[in-house]
C-alpha cells in the first residue's frame, strides 16, 4: 500500500467535516475540532483499527511552525521513552 498525503485544501476540508475520514488509507475518522490556536487545530478522531478515541494535531503549512512541531515531537518522544507504562499520565505520541 501506498502512503497517502492529503493536500492542504482536503485537510481543510475534512477538519471543517467532521464525521470523514482523511481517505480510506488513514484509519482515524475526524468526529469534531478540539481547539485551534496559532500553530494549527487539534481533531477529536475515531481510530477504527485500534477501536479508540484519539487527538490528531494538523500544523499550518509554515516553516516556523512545522519546526516547533519538530521539536514537540522530540518531547513527546521523550516522554514515551521515560514513561512506557503511563504512570505518569501524560500526553504521549502513538504514532508519527
Known amino acids: 500500500m501506498d502512503f497517502y498525503e492529503p493536500n492542504m485544501r482536503e485537510l481543510r476540508s475534512r477538519a471543517l467535516n467532521p ?34 478515541y484519539c487527538a490528531v494535531k494538523v500544523v499550518r503549512a509554515v516553516s516556523k511552525y512545522r519546526h516547533a512541531a519538530m521539536m514537540e515531537l522530540e518531547v513527546l518522544g521523550t516522554l514515551k521513552k521515560n514513561d512506557p507504562t503511563g504512570k505518569w499520565h501524560c500526553v504521549y505520541l502513538k504514532n508519527w
Open 19 to 52: 464525521g470523514r475520514s482523511f481517505s480510506p488509507f488513514i484509519a482515524d475518522k475526524v468526529l469534531s475540532v478540539m481547539g485551534e490556536g496559532t500553530f494549527g487545530r487539534v481533531l477529536e478522531c475515531w481510530d477504527r483499527i485500534l477501536h479508540e
